[in-house]
């Protein structure tokens, strides 16, 4: 069987201009100039890439922003001519890569839907055929006759959307235009590329919405800075990147964390983890140190949501007290105060702690749904007397790939029930 997309060891280059003239005169300089070479850069979006999508295949294209792309799709689309390698399209191709291009200000909603067919490749009799499913889809009726600069940008979005899936394509590339207009709009889109998926034609679906890959695409490709970093599919590629950027991103929060030089135990982590935050006590006690542990005792700042987490507190006493008490308070990124607990509400006693030693607090599946958090740690007398109180100590994150809302996910199930 021909396969409807082929691609033989496609690379694409682009020349990056530093430091352009700014005048003839400096142009001239960089002409003759011994160093003409280094105002250029060479940047490949993609390298060597075989694919082949067969007939009727949904696939999900999914990486970060500059992983290559759009780059792929505007190759299938001969926007763009590849480097080195070979593209091989089958069949009639429509691209939603940027809605409402060819569109005219100054023309009507109709006009330019007659205009956007004829650069798709339509009849002004095709177009005439595909009217009125367009203007219905695109919920234009009342404004299809008024010009285009008094559209808001999702009408815009909408017309355009309808005017390149009024076509009956072999082949659709959909490019992140899903990431606007409201959410019934979306619904819709949804519902119609899903019909174009059940009626046997061959999508190509770049989203950021990873959820939407899984429920749309039965395989996924997973471009990294150019190259097929994962191809199978979909549920589970998807997982895989997801978890290689909450990954990314534990890294780039331990790094904020511990700055490279700053020294890693004692007194020193403690203050570059909370470096210019709040902080306030008589002294008596003092916090050396906070980490947040994961299940396998290892350092931890992103977490999923139903994961165990210990807040281990190390402290010293400069003098001898017995009356301590550890609290710790947890607050979402907008200053919410989502959870605070401290060893007198909980009736631990703690008159006979040594010198210096470590409290912990163990959450055995913290509940936090998805967000930015921070977290808050003290050591007070039993009638509040700040002896060390960091406002707040670190940040930390929770992830998860349920996409529930409001601060906490309480351990539940759902079940239906016969009425009697």
């Known amino acids: 069987m021909t396969s409807a997309i082929a691609l033989w060891n496609v690379s694409k280059k682009f020349v990056l201009h530093r430091d352009r003239p700014r005048s003839f005169q400096e142009l001239m300089l960089h ?7 280094q105002t250029r850069e060479e940047f490949w979006a993609l390298r060597d890439l075989n694919l082949r999508v067969e007939p009727g295949e949904t696939l999900g294209v999914i990486g970060s922003n500059g992983a290559g792309k759009s780059t792929l799709f505007k190759l299938i689309t001969r926007i763009l001519e ?21 569109f005219h200000p100054d023309l009507t909603g109709r006009e330019n839907v007659f205009l956007n067919g004829s650069i798709l490749g339509l009849t002004a ?24 600069r008094h559209y808001s940008s999702g009408m815009q979005v909408r017309l355009g959307f309808a005017v390149a899936t009024s076509l009956d394509p072999d082949i659709m590339l959909i490019d992140e235009v899903l990431a606007v207009g409201d959410e019934a709009f979306q619904k819709k889109c949804l519902e119609r590329i899903d019909h174009f998926r059940q009626s046997g034609k061959t999508i190509l679906f770049v989203s950021h919405d990873l959820e939407s890959v899984k429920r749309l695409c039965t395989r996924a490709l997973w471009l990294d800075a150019g190259l097929p970093a994962g191809d199978g599919p979909a549920v589970e590629i998807v997982e895989r990147y997801r978890q290689h950027v909450w990954q990314e991103e534990a890294k780039l929060m331990a790094a904020r964390a511990h700055p490279a030089g700053l020294a890693t135990g004692g007194l020193t982590t403690g203050g570059a ?39 281990e507190i190390s402290y010293q006493m400069r003098e001898k007290v017995i009356d301590s008490v550890f609290g710790i308070a947890i607050y979402r990124s907008d200053g919410l105060w989502c959870y605070g607990t401290n060893t007198k509400i909980e009736a631990i006693g703690l008159s006979n702690l040594p010198d210096q030693g ?10 936090l749904i998805s967000g930015a958090y921070t977290l808050d740690v003290a050591i007070h007398s039993h009638d509040g007397r700040a002896y060390d109180y960091y406002h707040p100590y ?15 996910r309480p351990t539940h199930r759902w079940r239906i029930d016969q009425k009697p």
């Not at 002409?31 to 070479?37: A, S």
């Not at 009799?125 to 285009?148: G, K, N, T, Y």
């Not at 409290?359 to 913290?366: D, N, R």
């Open 125 to 148: 009799r095709e177009m005439r055929q595909r009217l009125d499913d367009i203007v219905s889809f695109a919920e234009l009726e009342r404004f299809i006759d008024v010009p285009l």
């Open 394 to 408: 670190c940040a930390f994150a929770v992830r998860s790939q349920i996409q529930d809302v409001g601060v906490y």
């Open 273 to 311: 983890a909370h470096a210019g935050k709040t902080h306030w006590g008589t002294g008596e006690v003092l916090i050396t140190d906070v980490r947040l542990l994961d299940q396998a005792g290892q350092p931890v700042q992103l977490l999923q949501t139903g994961e165990p987490l210990t807040i």
């Open 31 to 37: 002409v003759v100039g011994r160093n003409h070479h």
């Open 358 to 367: 470590l409290v912990c607090i163990e959450f055995p599946s913290l509940g």
């Open 82 to 102: 590849p480097t080195n390698g070979e593209v091989l399209v089958n069949g009639r191709l429509t691209a939603l890569l940027e809605l409402g291009a060819g």
